[in-house]
């Protein structure tokens, strides 16, 4: 299950310029990479409107039509029961539905925090009153919402599949697939391909894309997943600077040893090659 699967839960990503906050409401609030709410591990709740002191409110999203609002203070909120929580909790909060919206909610307070100032002429940004995008009143220059595509990929060989583990990286204990950002000027195969021989030195073949997931908590992150097959030599040569750990691993070995079930495409797809199911 990965963090967005929220079905039948409807996620509503449409801005709506007329929604106001409404004593039910829910309140973002965050500092830094805290946020404010009540976790009582593993279950999540967030402030609403009502619990907070009155204060401005950007709209955010609908789940299932409950409303969030992204709370624009700078200094710490208080509320009843609630605290600022690292917003890595989103890996294993629940309900899912608010890790979802918690993970959401941190990457537009990301891009609303980034896009204050217009980027051509340093003027401060307002925000447009028809859709989520923040205008320059001097020189009119339009910031929308930053997504920025990566891919996660996983190499197979047989029944043997690339895992790694990333060096100096929050969450560095998880085994993990190679990944990175595709850069200007490269389709997302290209980023595959050129992230497989940076990384671990390989070259790969019958590249084919999977899934794709949001992924907010990267400043922006759009997941993109890729299978394909190591083409030639499977020799790893490690890029250290990057990654701690690279090696080839049996589907029998990760039927006994792969524990982490975590709401991440690189979980799921790792789950997949266990149960034979990959392309
Ligand atoms: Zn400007």
New binding site residues.
């Given amino acids: 299950m990965m963090i967005q699967d929220i079905a039948p839960v409807r996620f509503d990503n449409h801005y709506d310029p007329s929604a106001r906050p409404a004593p039910e409401s829910f309140a973002v609030h965050f500092r830094g990479r805290a946020l404010l709410c009540a976790y009582d591990a593993p279950q999540l709740r967030f402030p609403t409107v009502a619990e907070l002191p009155a204060g401005d409110y950007i709209y955010l999203f609908r789940l299932d039509g409950q409303a969030f609002f992204l709370r624009r203070d700078e200094g710490a909120l208080a509320a009843e029961g609630c605290a600022y929580e690292d917003i890595n909790l989103f890996r294993s909060a629940q309900p899912q539905i608010s890790a979802f919206a918690a993970v959401t909610a941190y990457h537009l307070a990301s891009w609303y925090a980034e896009a204050r100032y217009?980027?051509?002429?340093?003027?401060k940004?307002v925000h447009d009153a028809a859709e989520r995008m923040m205008r320059?009143?001097?020189?009119?220059?339009m910031t929308f919402p930053k997504i920025m595509p990566s891919v996660i990929v996983a190499v197979t060989e047989g029944d043997r599949l690339l895992l790694t583990k990333y060096a100096n990286r929050p969450g560095a204990s998880r085994f993990a697939l190679v990944a990175g950002f595709t850069e200007i000027g490269e389709t997302a195969e290209q980023t595959v391909a050129r992230e497989v021989m940076e990384e671990v030195g390989l070259r790969v073949k019958n590249i084919r894309y999977y899934k794709s997931q949001p992924w907010g908590i990267s400043a922006g992150g759009l997941l993109l997943g890729f299978w394909c097959e190591v083409d030639g030599a499977d020799e790893i040569h490690l890029d250290h600077v990057e990654l701690a750990e690279g090696a080839w691993v049996t589907r029998d070995e990760l039927k006994r040893v792969y524990q982490d079930r975590g709401v991440a495409l690189t979980n799921e797809m790792i789950v997949e090659f266990i149960k034979g199911n990959n392309p």
């Fill in positions: 217009c980027g051509c002429c340093g003027t940004n320059c009143p001097s020189c009119g220059h």
